[in-house]
């Protein structure tokens, strides 16, 4: 029994899909190897990076609340979602070229035809119920880099979403701390605005008594008013970074407000002794590279565009003049069709588009390098600061308890009549100025230590 010729058709064709599909023009992608010292320069200790739920280490249920609501609130979060959720269907579209496409159609349709034509039968009606098949042999890997390419875009879009994740929560852990050492420079200033208000109305007293001089009240006076303005302009600058925290966690503005608590969050010990190769979990490394993959696969894209195309065709159904006689096995039809299409001039437009996607790939290379050497510099930076910047809090602090005995001794002399009042006003300014520089340098270490948890990645694992 001879076989028809559709079936043999078919079965050659099954048999040379893995044949044509064994093939797939382009470079195969293989992350740049890239060399990392084994450790940063400004290293010293020996615990490791803290991972997980990093703001922990703070030591702020408020600041946790705060984070956990912008993770799904906060500012960006919803139109990176979109974003990925493009990508991934992006990736589902590619998908669906490897495999046939299967369409079908049914009409009943009353027609005549030209008399002028080869084929005239006057006024007849026809029916028609068929599958139609289209499916692109991948010769050359077109739809496979296709695949690889959308993956690769896909990966990247997640890696994105993961980078703005960790930035929004270093952001806001900064802007809480900016408002709780805020907080705590306000309540000092408060303090001391009582203790200049009540010294203005003693020396006014004195000077009305004939027991002080004019230039003493005034000193009085202008010490009390300087440090009623310098709390007006800390209060301002509270609210500003109250109005940024609730952006940032996806509030309004006017509704929102974060009540001072009374203490500072605790600094968690800068790590040290920190492998670089922590680096590569960094989220906007790892979308990077997942660019320079997704260029890389359009390189092959590129060059199977100009190639030619195969293309199996087909339908099988039935047809008929008759509604009645449409579904008669003699109303069957059938047909299958090879389909080889070839560019043959198109004034060089393959070489340019292969050139184009070449670069692509040499522009996403330099920004994944580039990237790597800045998230080195920014982890050696805050490695830095947070180092030093301990150190220097530590002195900060010894000079403010120095400069605070000095104010207290100095209004003793004052009091005991062997120092003017100037010496007063003197040693509490210098004491004032040296406890607010003590609270500027721990806040400032409180953000390195932000900034330095952030430039590792965070808790953010790939």
Known sequence: MRTPFPRKLGTLGVLAVPFFCSCAVGPDYAAPEV????????????????????WSLFNDPELARLIKRADTKGQGVRSELGRYDQARAALGLARADISPSVTADAYGRRQKDSANSNFSFGVYNEYRSALNLSWEIDLWGRVRR???????????????????????????????????????????????????????????????GGASSRIDYQRAVTEDESVA??????????????????????????????AANGRTP???????????????????????????????????????????????????????????????????????????????????????????????YREALGVYRGSLLSAIQETEDSLGDARHLAVAGASRKRGAASADDAATLARKRYNAGVADYFEVVESERTALNEQRAALAIELAHALAVTRLIQSLGGGWQR
């Open 35 to 54: 060399k990392l010292e084994a450790a940063f320069k400004n290293s010293g200790f020996t615990q490791a990076p803290p991972e997980g739920s990093w």
């Open 146 to 208: 296709s695949i690889g390419a959308a993956k690769a875009n896909f990966e990247a879009a997640g890696y994105d979403y993961q980078g703005l994740i960790l930035s929004l929560r270093g952001e806001i852990t900064r802007a809480y701390m900016s408002i709780r050492f805020t907080d705590a420079e306000i309540a000092l200033l408060e303090k001391t605005a009582k203790l200049r208000g009540e010294a203005r109305r003693l020396m006014k007293a004195r000077f009305d």
């Open 229 to 258: 303005a310098e709390l007006a302009q800390l209060r301002a600058q509270r609210d500003r970074y109250e109005n940024a925290l609730a952006v940032l966690t996806g509030q309004s503005a006017a509704g929102f407000h974060l």
């Open 266 to 360: 605790t600094i968690p010990t800068a790590p040290s002794a920190v492998p670089s190769e922590l680096l590569r979990r960094r989220p906007d490394l790892a979308a990077n590279e997942r660019r320079l993959a997704y260029a890389s696969e359009n390189i092959g894209v590129a060059i199977a565009t100009y190639l030619p195309r195969l293309t199996i065709t087909g339908d099988g159904g039935f047809r008929s003049l008759s509604s009645t006689d449409l579904f008669d096995p003699k109303s069957k039809l059938w047909g299958i069709a090879p389909e080889l299409a070839a560019p043959l001039f198109q004034g060089g437009l393959g070489f340019a588009d292969k050139a184009r996607a070449e670069a692509a």
